[in-house]
């Protein structure tokens, strides 16, 4: 088993920066093994992928969040991180950490992000 911890998450002001953290715990093999993606949820909306990361540190990104947010880990820290700059009020939502090892996937509990003036 693996657990998932978001943290991070609060309210900025448009233009603002956050740097969401996802602290990884349990079977240490299989978390620095694992592809890890971030997820959003808007309210009233379906849950979307925002990016990814693989083992060895390949990314993807959502079309909306490309050159702004960056996904990345530190596996000695079993930790992955959303750096999130020039947040728009579109980017509110509940962020959460997935990941996957073969026919495994875990959920983070998730951690709001608001961005308002």
């Known amino acids: 088993q693996v657990q998932l911890m978001e943290s991070g998450g609060g309210l900025v002001q448009p233009g603002g920066s956050l740097r969401l953290s996802c602290a990884a715990s349990?079977?240490?093999?299989?978390?620095?093994?694992?592809?890890y993606y971030w997820y959003r949820q808007a309210p009233g909306k379906e849950r979307e992928l925002v990016a990814s990361?693989?083992?060895?540190?390949?990314?993807n990104y959502a079309d909306s969040v490309k050159g702004r947010f960056t996904i990345s880990r530190d596996n000695a820290k079993n930790t992955l991180y959303l750096q999130m700059n020039s947040l728009k009020p579109e980017d509110t939502a509940v962020y959460y950490c997935?990941?996957?090892?073969?026919?495994?996937?875990?959920w983070g509990q998730g951690t709001q992000v608001t961005v308002s003036s």
């Open positions: 349990g079977r240490v093999f299989s978390i620095n093994a694992m592809r």
């Open positions: 990361i693989t083992s060895v540190g390949s990314t």
């Open positions: 997935n990941a996957r090892l073969y026919t495994d996937m875990y």
